[in-house]
């Protein structure tokens, strides 16, 4: 290894990342998958410009280099859903620049606006879309919307020169040695697996390995292409690397690579990938995309599994980004298993979560159908009192309710209660249609002790004196169990039937169907 080297200081570059991005251990895989060593996960979609991605460290020499031509609008070019259009759309608003980005696809609707694109419009980037054509007559588009600047005065500049876009993962590859070389001995990188794709990533991420002088295997899991096709484009900007650079190493022997997790071509899932996204996703809390991400973590699965990584050799996969375009990929049903309520019926309730799950760890076990029972058992019981904390809910809501619309009567003053007695009994004393004095109304020796009166027939007759008035105490008297035989007879002589009908008479026959105080009638007191 050359522990001094590094890209040299005259190749344009500007700051995009301010530190090494994180090195994670995955111990809930290493768990799962039964590795001794270590498994790592290097972080580069956790640099924070733009949700982060692998091209970021390419954007530090791109745009280097196109603020040393002066440029002051970028060109970038791409599908509707490309990685590298929102990372240059947010690295050109971090440098002052304009972006403009032309994509190979039809313009979107507004209810179609979100992922990847959705960010480089927030982002401030102007748009072309020209169709559904290829690579190369998109080509052709980027140079004639340059002339087009250009002849308006402005100074363009192209993103996606391969060379120049392999400087930032020569940068990676080294510093993902550096970190290796700090950890224990014993316990460093021996294996890494990255995604093999268009090549830039790839080329300069097998560079730096090799001016460190291969310290470990890399695994290629090919994404886009059968392998020779992707061979050839790696070596082709590699070996550009090395005129530039000044190294020529072969990369194949340090090298494996597989073109057996690519299923039915580029950006479709596979059962593996699905697998992949949930695995880690659930465990490791770990975000991946159907397009690169998921195959390449699905393959390090199955070189783990297969044993083709030692089981205890540590080993790294390289997490290149692109979690925004997982929201427009679930849009499109490219997440599959995504159900089409989050609220199942609930006979399937219990289906949808596992209570326990098996294997995972040491002293785990699966919910046999006597421990679902007692589950059961004790949702019902939960459910059951629940309903009686509603039901005591709503009844004392109903009782609040009712007290706020009859607010309780005003406390009195002892001189209005009496006030208010005074007025009660001779209302009362009108109505039996007698004359009567109360306290106050006549001179000293004429008065009525009406309520010494009360207390005697009530006694007599074992009923309670006339109620009075909300907010004056009650006197308390004896009461009979009975209210059919209930009549008070008055100083003139009438015989009143307790709440009886008004201005009725009260006979031995009818007498029982009258409530106190209302009916009456004058004359000795009817036999009973």
Not at 127 to 140: A, D, I, L, W
Request: with cysteine; net charge negative.
């Amino acid at each position: 290894m050359e522990p001094t080297w590094t890209i040299p200081p005259d190749i344009p570059r500007v700051q995009l990342l301010d530190r090494p991005t994180p090195l994670e251990r995955m111990p809930n895989i290493e768990a799962l998958t039964g590795h001794r060593g270590a498994l790592w996960v290097k972080r580069d979609d956790s640099i924070p410009i733009g949700g982060g991605g692998n091209k970021l460290r390419s954007l530090e020499f791109w745009l280097g280099e196109a603020e040393a031509a002066g440029a002051d609008i970028v060109i970038v070019a791409g599908q509707i859903v490309s990685n590298q259009c929102r990372l240059a759309a947010a690295a050109a608003a971090k440098r002052g620049l304009e972006c403009l980005i032309i994509h190979n696809s039809d313009a979107p609707s507004r209810s179609q606006v979100q992922g990847n694109h959705l960010l480089s419009v927030l982002m401030g980037a102007s748009f072309r879309f020209v169709g559904p054509v290829s690579e190369s007559e998109r080509g052709s588009y980027v140079a004639q919307a340059s002339a087009e600047l250009k002849a308006a005065g402005r100074q363009p500049y192209i993103v996606g020169d391969h060379a120049v876009g392999a400087f930032g993962y020569v940068v990676g590859a080294l510093e993902l040695v550096q970190q290796s070389l700090e950890m224990p001995p014993g316990s460093r990188l021996l294996h890494v697996v990255l995604p093999g794709s268009m090549g830039p990533t790839e080329a300069g991420f097998l560079y730096g390995v090799a001016r460190a002088g291969a310290p470990f295997t890399v695994h290629l899991i090919s994404i886009e292409y059968e392998l020779d096709e992707m061979d050839s484009r790696i070596d082709a900007i590699y070996q550009e690397l090395c005129a530039r650079l000044g190294m020529v190493v072969d990369w194949k022997p340090f090298t494996r690579r597989y073109d057996r997790y690519l299923g039915d071509g580029y950006a479709l899932p596979t059962a593996a990938s699905d697998e992949a996204m949930r695995l880690f996703a659930s465990e490791e809390g770990l975000l991946l995309e159907t397009t690169y991400t998921a195959k390449t973590f699905a393959g390090a699965l199955d070189l783990l599994r297969a044993g083709v990584i030692p089981k205890r050799e540590a080993c790294c996969v390289l997490h290149t980004g692109g979690v925004p375009a997982l929201f427009a990929q679930a849009a499109e049903g490219l997440v599959s298993g995504i159900p089409q309520s989050t609220s199942p019926p609930p006979e399937q309730a219990l289906k949808c979560v596992p209570l326990v799950k098996a294997g995972v760890g040491p002293g785990t076990t699966s919910v046999g159908e006597e421990g679902l029972a007692r589950v059961v058992s004790q949702l019902v019981d939960q459910i059951a009192a629940l309903q009686q904390r509603v039901e005591l809910l709503t009844q004392v809501s109903k009782e609040v309710l009712i007290a706020s619309q009859h607010p309780p009567a005003r406390q009195q003053h002892p001189q209005q209660k009496e006030q208010a007695t005074s007025m009660e009994r001779r209302e009362f004393a009108s109505f039996c249609g007698r004359t009567a004095s109360l306290p106050g109304d006549a001179p000293a020796g004429t008065a009525v002790d009406w309520e010494h009166n009360d207390k005697v027939a009530a006694a007599a007759a074992g009923l309670a004196p006339p109620p009075l008035p909300m907010g004056v105490d009650q006197p308390t008297v004896p009461t009979a169990a009975s209210s059919a035989d209930r009549l008070v007879q008055l100083e003139d002589g009438t015989w009143v039937q307790p709440n009886g009908p008004p201005e009725t008479v009260v006979t031995p026959d009818n007498r029982r169907s009258f409530a106190p105080f209302r009916g009456k009638q004058t004359g000795p007191k009817p036999k009973l």
